[in-house]
């Protein structure tokens, strides 16, 4: 029975959730920053987490609202936010967290993310996370260089 009566609810369907498409990326090397070859020369795609990672990666590495060709929900705040600032090391830790978790969370793929350890060096901050997809947990090691506390 509808709340209108004007309209018959069982000829109403709703529709299934649709099911995300099979993720996949171009296979990248993190070390070079460029795109990994097979032995005849071509690139090549990876799926699931693997593909995920690059994604994470590029997307940490990516400043929001900078390039046209990303939308506003796509790339990082923390370069703007934190290089060359001065602030409680506590506060840059917490705010480098949440900067990661805004950025990420915008892909339908990731689930959660949690288990953040920061240790801090002369270069930056790296950082380690536990990220669960709708594929299973991976954990990701990233540094953030220029953030310092």
Known sequence: MSVFPFIDADAVETPA???LPLLKEYAYDFEKNELLL?????????????ALKIWIYKALRTSRFRYVAHSSAYGEEWQDQLIGRSMDGDIVILELERFIIEALMVNPYIKRLDNFVFVTSTS???VSFDCTSIYGATTIQDEMKGVSN
């Open 124 to 126: 930056g901050v790296s």
């Open 38 to 50: 097979d032995k005849d020369g071509r690139t090549y795609m990876v799926e699931k987490n693997e």
């Open 17 to 19: 959730s649709e099911e």
